[in-house]
């Protein structure tokens, strides 16, 4: 079994920052990769950056510049450092946890989500 839990959302102003960390234990193997995903009322989930097995990243356009991921490989966790936030930034933040135990499986995991919110 797996487990995944994060902290540090909370309420800033905007320009603010703000660091969620996401901590994975339990059944962990062949880490394929980490990422953070947000949900704004009444829209869908869209991906905010992934940090692949080789240490590579990706983000989303809307966070390039502002927000950095990163990870540590002997705690299994990956962090979000979000910098100048905008209120448009407010969400519920998901940690995403793609697992491949054999080369052609992979198993998907999600965390509970922490709340974002940027006051203008």
């Known amino acids: 079994q797996v487990q995944l839990v994060e902290s540090g959302g909370g309420l800033v102003q905007a320009g603010g920052s703000l660091r969620l960390s996401c901590a994975a234990s339990?059944?962990?193997?062949?880490?394929?990769?980490m990422g953070w995903y947000r949900q704004a009322p009444g829209k869908q989930r869209d991906l905010v950056a992934v940090?692949?097995?080789?240490?590579?990243?990706d983000y989303a356009d809307f966070v390039k510049g502002r927000f950095t991921i990163s990870r540590d490989n002997v705690k299994n966790t990956v962090y979000l450092q979000m910098n100048d936030l905008k209120p448009e930034d407010t969400a519920v933040y998901y940690c995403?946890?793609?697992?491949?135990?054999?080369?052609?499986?992979?198993?998907?995991?999600w965390g509970q989500g922490t709340q974002v919110t940027v006051s203008s």
């Open positions: 995403n946890l793609v697992l491949s135990p054999l080369p052609s499986t992979r198993r998907n995991y």
């Open positions: 339990g059944n962990i193997s062949r880490i394929n990769r």
């Open positions: 940090i692949i097995s080789g240490g590579s990243t």
